[in-house]
């Protein structure tokens, strides 16, 4: 009886190729085929390192199918590796379909970690809050992302985004619009590339700097933007504490906490910390 094979789920380098790890390319050389997101891309990567491998395409406009192909091959006893065109499948790339319909059938999958765009960003920008939120691309429509965005801003944790070269400009103004203009951004770009830039300042100065040189509207973004300001509960009008108290007394935490946040107008989530403090203190 044949056993099933591996799925190698194999992190690629997102600029530099000397980033790509010891175990990726013993991995590589390993398996019986690579699913790649574009297999001209990976060719050019794997004859960089004298590896040949049989390609299997794996897209978003193909996923579905190629996940069954797959599948097959495992059931089959192959071991294949799956990559992306930079960084990790699944994470902002295709994968997730392969990955889930893999686990599903019982099959183990392999994560093989590299580089990662977000934590490369993340660990020089000096960023030293709690936590942080990656989002990933906001939507390429101006009135989606702006919905998003309506949803994220009272986030207490650092916000991460991808972004487009095209919509760079259109994202920051949105952002100063929603977020907020004195929060500050950090905007990496071309992370581990030649022209690798890091760059921090109030969302209000963002669009300005980006329009100053053209050149710094090319490439890959990953988007750095501060946490949420949470309102000590001494800075909540009284009538506020009052309206919360009143309807915690009859109505379960999260009730309490939106109905105050329509009649008041106060950020739900510092209503949400508040309404947490007041059950303490009971």
């Not at 970690?113 to 960023?127: E, K, M």
């Not at 972004?163 to 951004?185: K, Q, T």
């Not at 581990?192 to 100053?212: D, G, M, P, R, V």
Request: hydrophobic share 50%; charged share 20%; net charge negative.
């Amino acid at each position: 009886m044949t056993s099933n094979g591996l799925l190698y789920v194999v992190a690629t380098p997102i600029g530099n190729l000397s980033d790509i790890t010891l175990r990726a390319l013993e991995v590589l050389k390993s398996v019986d085929a690579i699913a790649a997101e574009d297999t001209r891309h990976t060719s050019g990567l794997l004859s960089h390192f004298g590896i040949a491998k049989k390609l299997i395409a794996v897209h978003e406009h193909n996923e579905h199918q190629s996940a069954e192909k797959l599948l097959a091959l495992l059931l089959a006893g192959q071991n294949i590796a799956l990559v992306t065109d930079a960084g990790t499948p699944a994470v902002s790339d295709p994968g997730a379909i392969v990955v889930d319909l893999v686990r599903k059938a019982g099959i183990k999958v392999v994560p093989i970690p590299g580089a990662s765009a977000v934590i490369a960003a993340l660990s020089a920008s000096g960023i030293s809050q709690n936590g942080f939120l990656f989002y990933g691309f906001l939507p390429a429509s101006g009135s989606a992302r702006r919905k998003a965005l309506e949803i994220l801003k009272a986030q207490a944790v650092t916000l991460v985004f991808y972004e487009a070269p095209h919509r760079i400009i259109e994202s920051v103004v949105d952002m100063a619009a929603i977020l907020g203009a004195e929060r500050r951004i950090t905007i990496a770009r071309e992370i581990t590339k030649t022209f690798e830039t890091i760059y921090s300042c109030e969302l209000s100065k963002a669009e300005a700097w980006l329009q100053a040189d053209a050149n710094q509207q090319r490439g890959e973004f990953v988007l750095l933007v501060e946490a949420a300001a949470i309102k000590d509960a001494a800075e909540i009008p009284e009538d506020t504490v009052r309206v919360l108290k009143l309807l915690l007394a009859d109505l379960p935490l999260k009730q309490a906490v939106q109905l105050t946040t329509e009649i008041t107008g106060e950020k739900k989530n510092v209503l949400y910390e508040l309404a947490l403090s007041l059950k303490s203190d009971q």
